[in-house]
């Protein structure tokens, strides 16, 4: 098929489908429908590319790929421009002692390998290289990436994808993905991506939402549901396990932690001042009678 522009795609913002779908007289916005930039000149293979989504979508769902329609490494480019997630003051109490459990729970020892996937606004990171760790931090977002370099130049930044992390020789002690598995659109494509990149006897470490209900707006800009928080999907911890096992890992650990009652009662904020040990022990405490936790973290290493 020619590749020159045809003047009968221009304007390219709506594309009737009715003998495909047997509507009368509908037109459907491709741009709302598949999230795709209109082509105002499109060429006639860029017609067929997005027919042959839209036929993926509506008359062939099992041929159905949700990364095909969603632009989330865009989205998250965007985010981190819009949204300053390194400003001081952002965190409280109850998320700064919940940063302090992860970093306890990866046991971080001077030298130690470590890849940050999704490090966001590199919290992990820094603490890690604070530490003695040999940290990268991975993330989909240059401008975070450079926010990380210039608070600590030795941690190494990679611009990249969980779901194709860039080829390289390098091996990880520990590979971390905290709080990122729920906002990827296919989550078994980043962890088995993330397995090739750990060294023999190397630990993955993901913590989540736990049982998180995930609530969608309607878009303005769309009229699509949009999930809060870029939110797509819900753990608890028997489908984290099975997940984790079906990409072929072995299951090491499994731990919820912040009770939502020490959000509720504030007792988060009371105990700002005591020991860390305090905080740990009324966490535990509060989930002796039931699992109402904030998150969930599970270590694995690959079978």
């Known amino acids: 098929m020619s590749s020159k522009k045809c003047s009968q795609f221009s304007p390219l ?27 105002k000149n499109g060429t006639v293979d860029q017609v067929i590319e997005i027919m042959d989504k839209i036929l ?75 530490l003695g760790a040999k940290v990268t931090a991975l993330d989909l977002s240059e401008h975070n990436l450079k926010r990380i370099r210039e608070l600590d130049p030795s941690i190494d930044t990679v611009l990249g994808d969980a779901c194709q992390i860039p080829s390289g020789d390098q091996l990880y002690d520990l590979i971390v993905t905290l709080e990122v598995l ?18 023999p006897g190397g630990k993955l470490l993901i913590t989540v939402p736990y049982k998180e209900v995930i609530i969608s707006s309607l878009c303005i800009h769309c009229n699509q549901p949009t999930p809060h928080n870029a939110h797509l999907h819900s753990f608890d911890t028997p489908s984290l396990k099975r997940l984790l096992t079906n ?36 966490d535990r405490l509060f989930g002796l009678h ?10 694995a290493s690959p079978k």
């Open 290 to 299: 039931n699992d109402k936790y904030h998150y969930l973290a599970i270590k």
């Open 182 to 199: 729920e906002h990827i659109p296919e989550p078994a494509l980043a962890l088995n991506s993330i397995k090739t990149r750990l060294k």
């Open 13 to 39: 913002y709506k594309i009737s489908f009715i003998q495909h779908l047997g509507v009368e007289n509908h037109h459907y916005d491709v741009t709302h429908l598949l999230g795709l930039k209109p082509y």
């Open 56 to 130: 993926d979508r509506f008359v062939y769902p099992e041929n159905f790929c949700i990364q095909d329609i969603m632009n989330y490494k865009e989205h998250y480019r965007q985010d981190a421009i819009v949204f300053d997630y390194f400003g001081a003051g952002q965190l409280r109490p109850g998320e700064l002692r919940r940063d302090r459990l992860i970093i306890d729970y990866c046991n971080i020892r001077p030298g130690m390998e470590i890849l940050d996937v999704g490090s966001g606004r590199g919290w992990f990171s820094l603490a890690a290289s604070a």
């Open 247 to 282: 990409c072929g890992y072995s299951i090491l650990e499994t731990r919820l932690f912040t009770h939502k009652l020490m959000t509720a009662l504030r007792i988060n904020e009371l105990t700002a001042r005591l020991p860390y040990a305090v905080w740990i022990a009324l």
